[in-house]
């Protein structure tokens, strides 16, 4: 497979699996591939320690898309036909935004950025983090601006939370405790309430007054805009399950990984949704035939440096070693997702620059399956 | 590790993918074999370490599980930890079961911002302090926490002092205040980053240490840096090899040196950014799966 037909007639993809498997590059590298197929796309991050930043020749990322410098690929002898631009997810002022786009009025937007709870915690509330990415996404999508927007998620934990965010954000919305706690009189009212009475004497000895009147003035105004944020959570639920929308598992080869790829995919079919591809990242490729090596023949090769020779093979010795586990983590792999095969792109070692290995990423994923054959057998130890 | 298992708790944390567990295993092996009671803590009820340890014990009451005789390990589980803390921390006494079987009182505990950073903390915490019975009723001398990932993990050390300050006066704030100052004794509590020698890992190290010290005026005790190749082929080894003929031994022989040589280009830049911060560097475990004897040759690298 290529990442190509991968994404023929998407317009969202999702990038998701476990931490130091190269999502960020497979990200960028899939939407600089896009961009050069003539597309405009925005790529977005939402790790904030992502070094995409970096990746693509910009300074820093903001929370709005910024354009990458086309001469940047130019000066690599690629042209982008298309547009590439980047940005990080910042999920505060994302929040923020929000707040102002849904508050009925300025006062109770006043009193909700001015919360102690919401300034210094909000952010912390359960998937408030996934949700404003997923909304963030929505509202790029909506925009129309793209015609391909990529996606580059947190490690897959959290990834699981991003699926579910827009569900989680509802049920706590509309669940018991927040219409308790944000009743028009707030914690008087509740603790008036027949059956809460207990309950709240035992929660404000726990929190503490201030901890607790707080709170509730948060659920409160919270609430005020509560219709509009369902509103939001059931369109932005509806875009990840849209057929335009995929998601992408990448991986290496490390059993770590490996695992937790297979338990996405099985989540996400559970979930019903999209399961586009997977894409194994830094693998090493063992040769199809590799037999012993004569070190008479590589001392000869090396002018007679018969400790060099020696050192080579076990360097050759300790790659196969590691090709081979490797092996064993896609077999594994591929033995749990019947259907497709991952598209592999091994470990790329060099001083080449990031421009340059992304660019490398990018040839590998889009690649035919025959010309991946070559360029993996070129790599192979 | 001259002076670090003197502390009673290592928060370890680092991105994912460099092998925070592994050397949070092996820093648990090292510290028994000391012959310290050590307890390694996993959060969010992961089980990565028990598994690397080979644990076959079932967890006592307590969720806490002996794997040897003076190691043991503790996978905290947010919803025990939330009845626990009722029961044993706050001046609740009988209302304490009321609450946790409330459902407006779970809601609030996964709903309130922050809450369950603080909980998980809080334990670790607990079992930290002086005069703390642990497993077998006798006290732990050191916690090893396998913290989350650096962002979550900053938030999660963040999290006691946040709600000091949210909450002013009341038991959590009084508790919030206790830990804050737990986790900022350079004496009791030692922060450790683990990284790997790649770009990505390096930068976030830096981040992170830099986090810390605007954030929460702390810094790191110490870095270990994970997975580093043998240094095998010097300059010159590598112009012979270039000119050679093309072979299976020659690739692997220039890709081990790219890689090695990219390594040490990440292992000065962290080095210079860490500004005398010790760094620990354990070596690239090539055979198999990491097994025990693997393991108990990295906790013998960490034990100097």
Redesign the interface.
Known sequence: MSAATLMAGKRVCICAG????GK?TTAAALALGLAVRGKRVAVMTI???S?LA?SLGLVRLGNEPAQVQPDLFAARGVALRGELWAMKLDAKRTFDELIHLLAPDENTREEILAN??YK???????G?QEFTAVAKLYELNASGRFDAIVVDT??S?NALDFLDAPQRLNA?LE????R??AAPSGVAAAIAARG?G??F???R???????LT??SAFFRVLSSVLSGFTERTTAVGRLLSDPATTFLVVT?P????VEEAIFFCRRLRESGMPFGGLVVNRLRVL?RH?GA?DQS??TA???G?GD??A??????R?????AR?DAAGLRRLTGELEGGQPILVP?L???AGEVTGLLDVERFLFATGRERSTLLAEHA? | MGGLFSHSLLVVTG????GKSTVVAALGLAASREGLRTIVVEV?ARE?ISRLLGASEPAGPQGERALSSRLFHLSIEPQRTTEEY?RQQ???GA??P??SR????S??T?????M??LLTIGKVWELARHGHLGEGGEPYDLVVLDAP???HGV?MLEAPR??A?????????KQGRAIASFLSDPGRTALLAVS?AE???V??TL?LRSQLRSGLGLDLERVIVNAVLPY??DGR?ER??RV??P???????L?????A??QR?QIARLRAGLEGIPMVTLPFI????LERAALERLSLELDV
């Open positions: 476990a931490g130091g498997v960020t790790d904030p320690a070094g970096s102690r709870i210094e915690l909000s952010t912390a509330v359960a408030s947190p490690p934990r706590f669940g018991r405790a927040l308790v706690l809460g207990l309950v004497s035992a929660l000895r726990v929190t503490g007054v201030d901890l707080d709170l290496s490390e059993p770590s990984p040769a590799p090596i023949a590589v090769d090396l002018g440096d060099l020779a050192r080579s093979l076990r360097a050759l300790d790659l196969r070693a590691l586990r470990q070692v060099g001083d130890f | 991105k994912g993918g460099v969010a990565d009722l706050l001046p609740v209302l304490g009321l609450l409330s459902r407006i009182f809601a609030l996964t709903a309130t911002p922050g369950r950073e990932a650096t962002g938030a946040t709600f300050s949210v909450a002013r006066v009341g038991p959590i704030a790997t770009e990505m890992p930068s976030e981040q095998r082929f080894d012979t090899l050679a003929p072979s299976r031994a020659r690739h692997a022989a890709f081990a040196a790219a890689w040589d990219q280009v090539f055979q198999g799966a």
